[in-house]
């Protein structure tokens, strides 16, 4: 029992020492503009990521006083657009309805970011490109590199697990982390 929970410890010890400091402080440096031009961040996530991006919207509302948005939190919408379109239509369909604009910020947290061709989270890929014909910023925290998320945002932050099995639990953990980071950071908090 102990050697797992040891294991796992030691394995975020690792992550947190080896997070690449300057992609954060370029977060940061990219939210802050995003606020001072009075854009909004909208969070995606499908699954437990679905839930940090929730949660991520309170804190960014709240404590910098951004205005920040997700899908995710109208499940109405999202069956109804599921059921009309397909889901992976649901999030750059509310970036449209939305009028997502060169001011916003894309934030995608996913532990694999989405892969075209083994035609996986779909919903992300087409969201990042669309954001990316706007001309907004696309934010990602994964736990992958060869997802499409990493690859084609403007800030990818990976959480290199090296246990393979734990990838799922120890990337939404440090979207977690990550993004309490962003809204204690001095040049975000406000309240």
Same mark, same amino acid.
């Given at each position: 029992?102990?050697?797992?929970?040891?294991?796992?410890?030691?394995?975020?010890?690792?992550?947190?020492?080896?997070?690449d400091? =300057?992609?954060?402080?370029l $977060?940061?440096?990219?939210?802050?503009?995003? !606020?001072?031009?009075?854009?909004?961040?909208?969070?995606?996530?499908?699954g437990?990521? /679905?839930?940090? /991006?929730?949660?991520?919207?309170?804190d960014?509302?709240?404590?910098?006083?951004?205005? /920040? &948005? =997700?899908?995710?939190?109208?499940?109405?919408?999202? =069956?109804? !657009? +599921?059921?009309?379109?397909?889901?992976?239509?649901?999030?750059?369909?509310?970036?449209?309805?939305? *009028?997502?604009? $060169?001011?916003?910020?894309?934030?995608?947290?996913?532990?694999?970011?989405?892969?075209?061709?083994?035609?996986?989270?779909?919903?992300?890929i !087409?969201?990042? *490109? &669309?954001?990316? =014909?706007?001309?907004?910023?696309?934010?990602?925290?994964?736990?992958?590199?060869?997802?499409? /998320? &990493?690859?084609?945002?403007?800030?990818?932050?990976?959480?290199?697990?090296?246990?393979?099995?734990?990838v799922?639990?120890?990337?939404?953990?440090?979207? +977690?982390?990550?993004?309490?980071?962003l809204?204690?950071?001095?040049?975000?908090?406000?309240?």
């Amino acid at each position: 029992m102990k050697k797992f929970i040891n294991s796992f410890l030691k394995e975020s010890e690792n992550i947190s020492r080896n997070l690449d400091v =300057t992609k954060i402080a370029l $977060m940061v440096k990219t939210i802050k503009s995003c !606020k001072k031009n009075k854009g909004r961040i909208f969070f995606l996530g499908v699954g437990g990521s /679905a839930g940090n /991006a929730s949660h991520a919207v309170n804190d960014f509302r709240k404590l910098c006083d951004i205005d /920040a &948005y =997700t899908p995710v939190d109208n499940v109405s919408e999202i =069956t109804a !657009k +599921t059921n009309d379109e397909g889901f992976e239509t649901i999030f750059d369909s509310y970036l449209k309805l939305s *009028k997502f604009s $060169m001011k916003d910020i894309l934030m995608v947290f996913s532990v694999g970011g989405g892969h075209i061709k083994k035609n996986v989270s779909v919903n992300l890929i !087409k969201a990042i *490109k &669309y954001a990316k =014909t706007k001309k907004g910023k696309s934010i990602c925290i994964v736990g992958r590199k060869d997802g499409y /998320a &990493y690859k084609n945002s403007d800030v990818g932050i990976l959480v290199n697990v090296a246990d393979k099995k734990l990838v799922t639990p120890v990337s939404e953990t440090f979207q +977690t982390l990550i993004w309490h980071l962003l809204v204690s950071h001095p040049e975000l908090k406000v309240n």
